[in-house]
Structures are given as structure tokens and as C-alpha cells.
């Protein structure tokens, strides 16, 4: 059953990923990896929403399993974020860089924080 779980979610994330990237990118004609900081920020938020929602309705765990591990583990993208900024550097976007770097995992932490607390607020 777990394991059904994270591929559904995988399943409908991968491709969610994919088409997020490809419309955000789209949008800005900046170096800076939009898309990339786009899905892992919204990946943040998401599981922090049904973080708290398991925890606070005591739902069952496979609903984290297939949202959290499933679809926000092939929404989010650690590796794209990485690659691009390693290419940021090698590029001479020094400053895109440490934006992409630093506001990743400040913005991120701070979506899952906050749709926890949002979501515990509102249950």
C-alpha cells in the first residue's frame, strides 16, 4: 500500500513538476531558475499543509505518504536546484547564485512553517 501510494504521487507530481517549470520559465526572461524556486516553494507549502492536517485530524499516514513523500517529493526538485545554481555560478550570476540559494531554503522553510501554521489555525 506505501509503496502504491508514493508512485500515485509521484505520478501526478513528475508531470505537475514538468509543466509548472516549463509556464513559470516561460514568463521571465531573467537567468534566474524561476520555474525551479517556483515548484519547491509550492512543494514546501503543500506539505506542510498536510503535515498539519495529518497531525491535527489525525488523518491516516498514507495520506502523507502519497502526498508528502508521493507528489511533493516529485514536485519539488533538490537536484534541478543544485544543477542551476552550479550553472548560476559558472555563468558569473554570483548574485542570482546566492538569491537562488539562500531564498530556496529561506523561502521554502518558511512556506512549510507557514502552511503548517496556517493549516493548524484553520482546523
Given at each position: 500500500m506505501t509503496v502504491l501510494a508514493v508512485l500515485l504521487g509521484g505520478a501526478i507530481g513528475?508531470?505537475?513538476?514538468y509543466v509548472a517549470d516549463l509556464f513559470v520559465q516561460s514568463r521571465h526572461e531573467s537567468v534566474f531558475p524561476w520555474g525551479t524556486f517556483?515548484?519547491?516553494v509550492v512543494g514546501s507549502l503543500v506539505l506542510g499543509l498536510?503535515?498539519?492536517?495529518?497531525?491535527?485530524?489525525?488523518s491516516p499516514d498514507w495520506v502523507l505518504v502519497l502526498v508528502g513523500t508521493g507528489l511533493c517529493g516529485a514536485l519539488t526538485t533538490f537536484s534541478t536546484f543544485g544543477y542551476e545554481t552550479v550553472r548560476l555560478l559558472e555563468e558569473g550570476?554570483?548574485?542570482a547564485a546566492a538569491a537562488n540559494s539562500v531564498g530556496s531554503i529561506v523561502v521554502g522553510l518558511g512556506a512549510c512553517a507557514g502552511g503548517f501554521a496556517l493549516a493548524t489555525a484553520l482546523l
Open positions: 513528475a508531470p505537475l513538476r517556483t515548484v519547491n498536510t503535515a498539519a492536517a495529518v497531525v491535527e485530524l489525525g550570476s554570483v548574485g
